[in-house]
């Protein structure tokens, strides 16, 4: 018997959801279909739902709530948004998938995993890196001992310099106080290594603030005037499991050369791309010289985040607990947290949380 289509609802059709979301959404037609989409903007809200044939748009979460049956979330706002949306989706009995961060601090995150648990509901967070094939490749070579124990690993993401080419909506809320690179882009090397390596259990960081402002250069907020409200580049030192991990993340970089992740072991090393899913695994190992792993990949090019609303969709449909868990979510806000407090004391700071390591499927 075929089972129904779950029923999916996305708010915030930013430009994330028009570049990375929206045109791959199609893959997810055997099981799932979006019904709704909502953001506050009448105009943009209602020629997304033209462009990608979306029967029903909406300017307002909680009149989506009311009037639109569905059954999922896809929480897409801004980061200062995410608690506020995410609570009201599960407090109407929603299963959600939300962008990263899950909160912009460990306690309101905790709420929205302790409010899914109480009704039973799935929450599946970004990033979604630990579904892409090359991240899932790579955990599997280190669990095999292909390349020994890792003792050392490096993990980078960089943004470029604001104002960013082809991002047309206001892109005042990456700037904020809470916000920044540090939960914006370092939650992906982070996700990344306590998902292949295992919990972290300290971290030291420093920061800076290469610049005070910039203005929008192209689209509809053109010439607007942004201040840097936070620090715009970071380091931090993790021990992760049993290996010490650098962990750069920054606005402030115009690009950087080879790949964003390297695992170093005492029997060889991996490279691989956090973002391109078609990009070839970098190996090398004892007594053999470098080579390239082709991964099977859906997505051309480019970060496939919609692999991680298909890993909502099927973890409602088969009832089960998702890899992209709450609690890896949490524990990589912890160490978000902890990097902050050691740039400000110049001192390690403690991380205490952890997560269940899902076994490799």
Request: aromatic share 6%; glycine share 8%.
């Amino acid at each position: 018997m075929t089972r129904q289509r779950l029923r999916l609802a996305i708010v915030g059709p930013g430009d994330v959801a028009h570049r990375d979301y929206l045109p791959e959404a199609h893959r997810l037609a055997d099981s799932a279909e979006v019904v709704a989409v909502c953001g506050p903007n009448e105009a943009r809200a209602r020629s997304t739902a033209e462009k990608f044939d979306i029967p029903r748009w909406y300017t307002d979460v909680g009149e989506l709530l009311r009037c639109e049956p569905f059954d999922a979330m896809i929480n897409l706002t801004s980061h200062t948004a995410h608690f506020d949306v995410s609570l009201a989706a599960l407090q109407a009995g929603k299963h959600l998938y939300t962008e990263k961060p899950l909160a912009l601090s460990v306690g309101r995150a905790r709420a929205l995993a302790d409010e899914a648990a109480r009704r039973g509901l799935v929450l599946a967070c970004a990033p979604s890196v630990m579904v892409f094939p090359q991240v899932r490749r790579a955990r599997s070579m280190v669990a095999s001992g292909m390349i020994g124990t890792v003792f050392s690993a490096r993990g980078r993401s960089l943004a470029g310099v604001p104002p960013w080419p082809g991002f047309l909506s206001d892109p005042s809320h990456y700037f904020e106080t809470a916000v920044g690179p540090l939960p914006d882009l370092a939650v992906y090397p982070l996700h990344a290594l306590t998902g292949i390596l295992g919990p972290a259990h300290c971290v030291m960081a420093m920061s800076q603030r290469t610049r005070s402002n910039f203005r929008v250069s192209e689209g509809p907020l053109a010439g607007k005037q942004v201040e840097m409200k936070s620090d715009d580049e970071w380091h931090l030192l993790v021990k992760c499991g049993r290996a010490l991990a650098s962990v750069e993340a920054n606005y402030c970089a115009l690009t950087a050369l080879g790949p964003e992740c390297e695992l170093m072991g005492d029997r060889g090393a991996l490279a691989f791309s956090l973002f391109d899913g078609s990009a070839p695994i970098s190996v090398v190992t004892e007594g053999s010289g470098r080579r390239e792993e082709d991964v099977p990949h859906q997505r051309v090019a480019g970060p496939d985040h919609i692999l991680g609303v298909q890993h909502l969709v099927d973890c409602v449909r088969e009832r089960r607990h998702p890899v992209l868990s709450a609690e890896h979510a949490i524990h990589v806000l912890e160490i978000v947290e902890a990097a902050r407090r050691s740039a400000e004391t110049g001192r390690a700071v403690e991380v205490l949380s952890t997560f269940p390591m899902t076994p490799l499927a």
